[in-house]
């Protein structure tokens, strides 16, 4: 749970649009609770925008397979310590095709299980994260995302997963989610 009571003001589910009440019910049983539909009810555009722009067309685009993106993702709310993240994640990546043994193993980045194109998606999201402070894509990592990607597709994984991150410091700002215990944000 979030260490205080949030300040920003949470809208009830029947204050929502139609479409919001949908996925507000769908996060409720993915994830335990809804707060982010909560909170965007003040400003349903923006909603729209996030689902519509961010993820109909980023996120789920065919320019990158979408296993790679759910790699990411899980990646990030797992390094930040998003509980409510991590559980609607986990159900994605493996509905995605993610095998539960790699899910399993996603704190270990380097782990043999993950082939080459997956680890550099795995250290990508580790430099796109809130905790890569400084932090800069080495000629390395880059020539490594290349064997697999090409330059539109890098910028598509790095550009997803930088917005997945902010929004994650969202979330954390506004204490809209629950925390992991190893949350160290």
Request: glycine share 4%; with cysteine; net charge negative.
């Amino acid at each position: 749970m979030p260490k205080n009571s949030p300040v920003f003001p949470f809208k009830d589910r029947s204050e929502l649009t139609e479409q919001m009440q949908l996925v507000y019910d769908k996060s409720v049983l993915r994830r335990g609770e809804a707060k982010l539909i909560s909170a965007m009810a003040h400003a349903p555009e923006l909603f729209d925008w996030y689902i519509e722009e961010f993820y109909n067309k980023l996120f789920y685009s065919n320019n990158v397979p979408k296993i790679y993106k759910e790699l990411g993702r899980l990646r990030l709310s797992q390094v930040h310590g998003c509980r409510s993240c991590n559980k609607g994640n986990r159900l994605d990546a493996k509905s995605a095709g993610l095998d539960a043994r790699k899910i399993a193993a996603i704190s270990d980045r380097d782990n043999e299980i993950f082939n080459a194109a997956e680890k550099a998606v795995l250290q990508l999201a580790d430099l796109m994260s809130l905790h890569a402070k400084g932090a800069r894509l080495s000629k390395t990592l880059y020539e490594d995302l290349l064997n697999h990607f090409d330059e539109g597709q890098i910028i598509e994984l790095s550009m997803t997963f930088s917005l997945l991150a902010g929004m994650a410091h969202f979330l954390f700002a506004f204490e809209m989610v629950e925390l992991e215990d190893v949350c160290e944000l």
